[in-house]
């Protein structure tokens, strides 16, 4: 099986653009959730979905958006970019019924 | 609210020593548990999970981890340091399947010569 594939691997925008980052996960697994990566703040979750259906959120601004398409591959949005939004993003898959989650390279951006 | 903490930022250990990195969980209800690797430049690979049963859980590469309900305790351990185990590692908990990872924050393992 192909892995969860996270695209681009590194992007640089400038403040106050607006990105998308894009995720396909393993085929078969119906769960994509989001998480960004600081060296302050570590993990944290961003939302996940399932079926294309948002079924958890955490504690992020409205500017951090995401949707699920009918093949299960995710997008995550981010406007009016702020220079704190720097980290890496991670997206990560889950098969049904099964605990845990496999973890995509992750999107590496850069607000400058 | 469901917390992890790890003990120890960085862990220092000589190659063929004992690896021993340390997580604790608060949770209200049993909780399941997730150790991760992250490698420079990677995303996580997933070491080991507990959600339930035995309380001793196998993992790849050597490493394993036992859940301790009483001392709300998940550690891993590798009884012997391999030069390719230096990355950072990470314990993470959830309350139920498709709930949001909760994450530690994460111990860089060094491991020396």
């Known amino acids: 099986k192909a892995g969860v594939t996270q695209t681009p691997r590194y992007l640089i925008k400038t403040r106050g653009q607006q990105v998308t980052l894009s995720c396909s996960p393993i085929?078969?697994?119906?769960?994509v959730s989001w998480y960004q990566q600081t060296p302050g703040q570590g993990l944290q979750f961003l939302f996940e979905?399932?079926?294309?259906?948002?079924?958890n959120k955490g504690n992020f601004p409205g500017r951090f958006s995401g949707r699920q398409f009918s093949n299960s591959r995710s997008e995550m949005n981010v406007s009016t970019l702020e220079l704190g939004d720097s980290a890496l993003y991670l997206c990560?898959?889950?098969?049904?019924?099964?605990?845990?989650?496999?973890f995509g390279s992750g999107t590496r951006l850069t607000v400058v | 609210a469901q917390s992890v903490t790890q003990l120890g930022s960085h862990v220092s250990v000589s190659e063929g020593a004992l690896v021993l990195l340390r997580c604790n969980y608060s949770?209200?209800?049993?909780?399941?548990l997730f150790w991760y690797v992250q490698y420079p430049n990677q995303g996580l690979q997933l070491l080991l999970k507990?959600?339930?049963?035995?309380?001793l859980v196998k993992g790849i590469n050597g490493f394993e981890a036992e859940f301790k309900k009483s001392e709300t305790s998940f550690h891993l351990t590798k009884p012997s340091a391999h030069m390719s185990d230096a990355a950072e590692y990470f314990c993470?908990?959830?309350?139920?399947?498709?709930?949001?990872?909760?994450f530690g924050q994460g111990t860089e393992l060094s491991v020396k010569p």
């Open positions: 990560a898959s889950s098969e049904p019924e099964v605990y845990g989650y496999t």
């Open positions: 085929s078969g697994h119906r769960s």
């Open positions: 949770s209200s209800v049993p909780p399941y």
């Open positions: 507990y959600t339930t049963g035995a309380t």
């Open positions: 979905y399932f079926s294309e259906t948002q079924r």
């Open positions: 993470a908990v959830t309350r139920n399947q498709g709930g949001k990872l909760i």
